[in-house]
């Protein structure tokens, strides 16, 4: 039977209202509105790769560290790969872990979700040889007096404000990855692959010593400045990660294979 477009949006965006990319919305946040903080608890905020490199680096941490302290990876339905979620406090109202008494205390860091409220985004499911153009949605959450501010915005100029924008080139090559053709059909990883993905999107300091310390470089052509480049910047690397991971989980030829690799030795 065929899906009707409703049951294909992410749960917790059905029912939303739709609102086109230039579509008008009213909306402000300032540390003036009587509710300033009340959305920073009990909610399930996505993590991207981006999000957990810049949250880590913020904090000072190994990305290893901060998957094992401030991430939980949740499987649903929804998700065919384990996207990491931030884990929220133990208190009863269970408030956000960066959440301090003058507001966000990791706000330059904070993560992609936390910039697009009250916007939600979801991409069509993919269609082999197009790119899907997103679908914006308003949260309209009763606690939140946002709405009731003057001030207007549009989800292109709401993107712009908040700096999301900037991160998209970064972004988006983790949403080719999610949503990439492959899965149409329903087709699922095997737990290597889905352990490869978890390593090289999120834990990318760990995916640098994979790429340093095993015999990666032994097995892939990768040019000489470029390897340098992957020691010292993260988002060199990250970018480097999704070429390895469409190459690893899709067998699309984004690395070259040094010659003479047998098959069996080129994605482990
Ligand atoms: S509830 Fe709405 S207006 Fe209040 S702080 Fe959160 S986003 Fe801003
Ligand atoms: S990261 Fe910052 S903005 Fe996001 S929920 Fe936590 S305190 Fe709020």
């Known amino acids: 039977m065929k899906r009707s477009q409703q049951e294909d949006l992410p749960y917790a965006l059905r029912d939303r209202r739709k609102v086109g990319p230039n579509d008008e919305f009213r909306f402000a946040c300032t540390p003036d509105v009587p509710c300033f903080t009340r959305c920073c608890a009990d909610i399930n905020i996505l993590l991207t790769p981006l999000d957990v490199l810049r949250l880590a ?50 706000y330059d860091a904070r993560p992609w979700s936390c910039r697009m409220y009250p916007l939600g985004m979801a991409l069509p499911p993919a269609r082999a040889g197009q790119e899907p153009e997103p679908i914006y949605f308003l949260f309209e959450d009763q606690f939140c007096e946002g709405h009731q501010q003057s001030q207007t915005w549009t989800p292109t100029s709401w993107r712009q404000n908040q700096g999301v924008n900037e991160r998209e080139p970064l972004e988006e090559g983790f949403r080719k990855i999610v949503s990439h053709p492959w899965f149409i059909g329903g087709r699922q990883l095997d737990p290597r692959r889905i352990e490869m993905f978890h390593m090289a999107c999120y834990d990318l300091d760990r995916f640098r ?9 032994e097995r892939f052509e990768v040019e000489k400045e470029r390897v340098e480049q992957l020691r010292v910047d993260d988002e060199a690397l990250l970018r480097f990660a999704y070429r390895w991971l469409r190459f ?21």
Do not use: N
């Not at 998700?79 to 003058?102: I, N, S, T, W, Y």
């Not at 989980?249 to 984004?254: A, I, R, V």
């Not at 040094?258 to 098959?263: I, M, S, T, Y």
């Open 209 to 217: 010593k994979f790429v340093f310390d095993s015999s990666f470089l």
């Open 248 to 268: 690893a989980l899709f067998s699309e030829p984004t690395i070259p294979v040094r010659k003479g690799v047998p098959r069996a030795r080129r994605d482990s």
């Open 57 to 106: 680096r913020s904090l000072g941490i190994s990305t290893t560290d901060f998957l094992e302290e401030y991430t939980l990876i949740p499987i649903t339905k929804d998700l065919h790969l384990p996207v990491a979620v931030l884990k929220m406090g133990d208190d009863p109202e269970k408030h956000c872990r960066f959440l301090g008494d003058q507001g966000c205390t990791v």
